[in-house]
């Protein structure tokens, strides 16, 4: 995740995958041109965006053809259930055609629900804080250690398998 010009070709010389933009940078139209400008896939974040400005942030990034996603992101640490609005996963999926649409998720780590509905509704992408407690290290109330971390791909896994296909082509004979 780039906040200036100069990170930007940080991220080209060591070669990264993919550039993250940060929803407090989403108005920041001279570091995205400098994002646009690398070719690299870029995953928006939404976090503290009204609708306004994610048609802004969309249409800006659709002018310079970019390939990139968005990000449903509830700029809250750790989330509280009642501020996850999970449902503009599936509101971005159709507003913006389909879309690819992720959750960019801050609550509890040990509360995996969010993850399979999130899948439920579309989300493609996921983004979780991880870290590696120690004795000098206590992780924050939204980051997942290793175990938490697998029980909530676990949980991801399960949304999967219990949506299965929808094109109806794994009927059970039973």
């Keep these: 995740t780039p906040f200036d010009e100069n990170s930007v070709e940080k991220i080209i010389d060591l070669k990264f995958d993919l550039i993250k933009i940060a929803s407090c940078s989403a108005r920041d ?20 965006l009204r609708i306004r400005e994610i048609d802004e942030l969309v249409s800006f990034l659709r002018h310079r053809a970019a390939e990139f996603a968005l990000m449903h992101c509830v700029s809250i640490y750790p989330t509280p259930d009642e501020a996850c609005n999970l449902s503009h ?11 690819k649409v992720g959750w960019s998720t801050h609550e509890p780590p040990t509360d995996t629900t969010q993850v399979g509905i999130a899948y439920s509704l579309g989300a493609r992408i996921f983004e979780r804080h991880i870290g590696l407690p120690t004795k000098d290290i206590v992780l924050n109330k939204y980051s997942s250690n290793p175990d938490e ?10 949304a999967k398998s219990l949506l299965g296909k929808s094109d109806r082509s794994n009927l059970l004979e039973e």
């Design 29 to 48: 139209f001279p570091l995205l041109e400098a994002i646009c400008a690398t070719g690299l896939p870029t995953i928006a974040s939404t976090g503290g």
């Design 89 to 99: 996963i599936k509101n971005f999926i159709e507003r913006y055609n389909n879309l």
């Design 149 to 158: 971390l697998k029980l909530w791909l676990n949980a991801w896994q399960k």
